[in-house]
C-alpha cells in the first residue's frame, strides 16, 4: 500500500446522540509530500431528524445551525464524497463515528460504503515497526490540537503521518 491509497475522513455532526447526523464532512490525502483537503457544510437531509440538533455541539465546532440551510444539499456532498473516497483506503481517527455518518450521507444517494479503517492501523502501516516514526505521528497530534472543523482535522491525521513517514527516512 502506497500513502496515494488512502484518504482521511473526519466529520462535525449534529450532536453525539444516535440519531445525530452529519453537518461538515472533511477529507485529506498526499500528494507529493504535501496535504490536500476538501470540505465541505452539509444542508441536512429531509428525512433527518432536526431533534439531533445540539447548541452544546455547536459550540465545540462553531457552526450555527442556520448555516446550514445554505449548504450543499446532503445529496450533492454524498455525491462528492462518494467520488473523492472511490477506490481509496478511508482512514478515520473515530471510525465507528465517522462511519455511521458517512453511511448515513451516502445513503441519500443509495450508495454502499466499504469499512473504514482506523488510524492506529495507519500508523502502523506507514510507520511500522519504527518508534522514533510512531513517537513523530503522536507528538504531531499532541502538539496540534484539533480544531473541530471536519477539513482541518482530516488533514491534521494527514500531516501526522506524513511527519511520522519522514522521521522514519
Known amino acids: 500500500m502506497k500513502i496515494e491509497d488512502i484518504i482521511f475522513i473526519d ?8 440519531q445525530s447526523w452529519p453537518i461538515e464532512v472533511g477529507l485529506a490525502w498526499i500528494v507529493g509530500g504535501s496535504v490536500q483537503t476538501w470540505s465541505s457544510l452539509i444542508q441536512p437531509h429531509y428525512s433527518w431528524d432536526e431533534v439531533a440538533w445540539s447548541e452544546q455541539s455547536a459550540d465545540v465546532h462553531g457552526i450555527p445551525r442556520n448555516a446550514l440551510d445554505t449548504a450543499p444539499s446532503a445529496d450533492v456532498v454524498a455525491k462528492d464524497t462518494a467520488r ?3 477506490s481509496k483506503i478511508v482512514v478515520s481517527d473515530a471510525p465507528e463515528h465517522d462511519y455511521r455518518w458517512a453511511e448515513m450521507l451516502s445513503n441519500t444517494i443509495g450508495v454502499q460504503l466499504k469499512a473504514f479503517a482506523d488510524f492506529d492501523a495507519a500508523v502502523g502501516t506507514f510507520c511500522a515497526v519504527n518508534p522514533k516514526a510512531v513517537s513523530a505521528v503522536f507528538a504531531h ?5 484539533s480544531p473541530h472543523r471536519a477539513g482541518p482535522d482530516a488533514a491534521r491525521l494527514a ?3 506524513l511527519k511520522g513517514i519522514s522521521a522514519a527516512k
Open 11 to 18: 466529520f462535525e455532526a449534529s450532536s453525539l446522540s444516535p
Open 141 to 145: 497530534l499532541e502538539a496540534t490540537p
Open 159 to 161: 500531516s501526522a503521518i
Open 84 to 86: 473523492r473516497l472511490e
